[in-house]
């Protein structure tokens, strides 16, 4: 079975400037332009431009939108005030994650809507689960419909604490007005589109969605003025290194269908009062339970890197395994993160990672490994 | 060493035989063994480098250690079969020397040969381009 990877509308500026390219849900993407180190610190010092096309975004209209996603979302949607932003999970009925969202309540010429932009891996699940509860939940299409724009649009990052220079240079309204988890559908350069104070690196940064006309032009803009100020292009490879260090969950690593919100520390983004939603039943038990495996944060002091499925031991027993693991570069050792039984998550709880049959010593550290300046 | 006098192995890993080395015993030779500049810039960003133990045996396709960048563990495959008599000690904190110079400095690990030098399965240096530049397309 041959598998075509779909490509978005940057991949002819990725591959000409070298990028090594690689499948990523269905997509190619830029892993890497040159070194990840050097992406990654770009970022964290000036400006990262990321090509995010690659997400879902769906657009749900009709007066049963909000309660609709209330009743499939960790916590409500529906009294989002217009230009907010909300993180949730999509969550099923053994309280595991279906995906992690980012809902923002908007407005345009037709009216308001809620964008959901969601895992590009996860986008198809989640277009079988919509469809799944619009008619278990008897919606009509008269009150609810949605739309998967995923192909119309782009969508860039711009990221770093020199981002609002970049992102100013062509927005027509003052970006650093916007508080942070807020949106607009403004003007970009030449075309309207979505600008959200949004990211997953652990920096100050915005996130702008355009029809796919305006793509090239606006990146090329975007481009040029990063590199003005020391920042450039950034890859995969480093926006996982990126979010690790400021211990941002990926789904399918700190996430699953398996892995709830509460095991995740995602205790923020449910809210089980009042709120009735698919998995509620199942996360009330967990909640009252208690007894299921944490996500810790982990250091080692040597120079291996604790990987993804590497087991976690004390005293010769398995406790537990780690979830995704780098090396950093802003703290210059490796980092992980990881999942262990609930009575060893506190912080400072000396474990074994079995590193390819080598044991070495890590502990359990607090969570995020990195802050940025001011926050 | 230079790269166009050396064998490789499809494992991207060169190795140089020197028959007249003063280590070579019972006419045994010596071989030295590191990994290509195309390895080195393909795999960006090291950050780690295990070095095999000294006096390990090894045969072609055998373990010689690991180099791990920021994305990957990679495993340092042996070449030719024989016993590890000599490790570039500092090189696991001069990782740099690998991108800087993979034929000379960089070198890995000295292997003192089982038998005769069989390097009939090993890549000309201009097989190994070419398989290099067929792999990148």
Redesign the interface.
């Known amino acids: 079975m041959t598998l075509t990877l779909t490509q978005t509308p940057l991949h002819a500026w990725h591959t000409a400037r070298g990028a090594k390219m690689a499948g990523f849900g269905g997509w190619s993407m830029p ?2 332009y ?4 050097e992406e990654h610190l770009a970022t964290r010092t000036s400006v990262g431009l990321f090509d995010i096309s690659h997400m879902g975004r769906l657009i749900f209209r009709g007066a049963a939108a909000g309660s609709f996603l209330d009743g499939l979302l960790s916590r409500s949607i529906s009294n989002l005030p217009e230009g907010r932003v909300r993180y949730a999970l999509l969550t099923n009925h053994r309280g595991g994650t279906v995906d992690d969202v980012l809902v923002t309540h908007l407005r345009d010429a037709k009216g308001p809507f809620f964008l959901m932009v969601v895992n590009a891996g996860n986008l198809q699940k989640v277009l079988a689960w919509l469809e799944n509860y619009q008619k278990e939940f008897a919606v009509g299409q008269a009150d609810l419909e949605w739309q998967d724009q995923t192909h119309q649009q782009s969508m860039f990052a711009v990221q770093g604490p020199r981002a609002e220079e970049v992102v100013t240079s062509v927005c027509a309204r003052n970006p650093s007005e916007m508080g942070y988890y807020t949106a607009r559908f403004t003007a970009m350069d030449t075309h309207d589109g979505v600008l959200s104070r949004t990211g997953y690196t652990g920096e100050d940064g915005w996130e702008l969605i355009v029809p796919v006309a305006a793509a090239e032009a606006l990146w090329k803009k975007l481009f040029t003025c990063c590199k003005q100020i020391g920042g450039t292009s950034v890859g995969l ?1 480093a926006r996982d ?1 990126l979010r690790l260090e400021a211990a941002m969950p990926l789904y399918g690593h700190e996430l699953s269908e398996e892995i709830s919100p509460l095991q995740a520390g995602l205790e923020f983004a449910v809210h089980l009062k009042d709120h009735q939603f698919v998995g509620r039943d199942a996360l009330v038990r967990l909640a009252g339970e208690r007894n299921f495996p944490r996500r810790v944060g982990l250091i080692t002091q ?4 604790p ?1 993804e499925g590497y087991p976690i031991r004390v005293a010769g027993r398995v406790v537990g395994n780690v979830s995704s693991g ?2 950093s ?1 802003t703290l210059g050792q ?1 980092i992980a993160m990881g999942f262990v039984a609930q009575e060893l998550a506190s912080v400072g709880t000396e474990v074994l990672i079995d590193m ?1 049959g080598r044991e070495e010593a890590a502990q359990v550290v607090e969570l995020p490994f990195y802050k940025r300046p001011g926050s | 060493m230079k790269p166009e006098e050396l064998r490789y192995a499809k494992t991207h890993e060169w190795v140089h035989v020197d028959e007249n080395a003063e280590h070579a015993q019972n006419g045994q030779s010596l071989a030295t063994v590191g990994i290509s500049a195309f390895a080195v810039e393909a795999l960006t960003d090291l950050v780690f480098l295990e070095l095999p133990e000294i006096g390990k045996q090894v045969t072609p396709g055998g373990s010689l250690g690991e180099v791990e960048s920021v994305k990957a563990v990679s495993d340092i495959y042996s070449p030719v079969a024989g016993e590890v008599i000599e490790v570039n000690q500092e090189l696991p904190d001069a990782l740099q020397w690998l991108g800087e110079d993979p034929y000379g400095r960089g070198w890995i690990a000295k292997i003192r040969l089982a038998g005769a030098a069989d390097l009939e399965h090993l890549m000309s240096h201009a097989a190994y381009n070419k398989m290099c530049a067929e792999e990148e397309s």
Not at chain 1, 34 to 37: M, N, T
């Open positions: 892993i890497q040159g070194s990840i180190v490879a290194t040597g120079r291996r890197v990987r780098t090396h570069p490796p390819r």
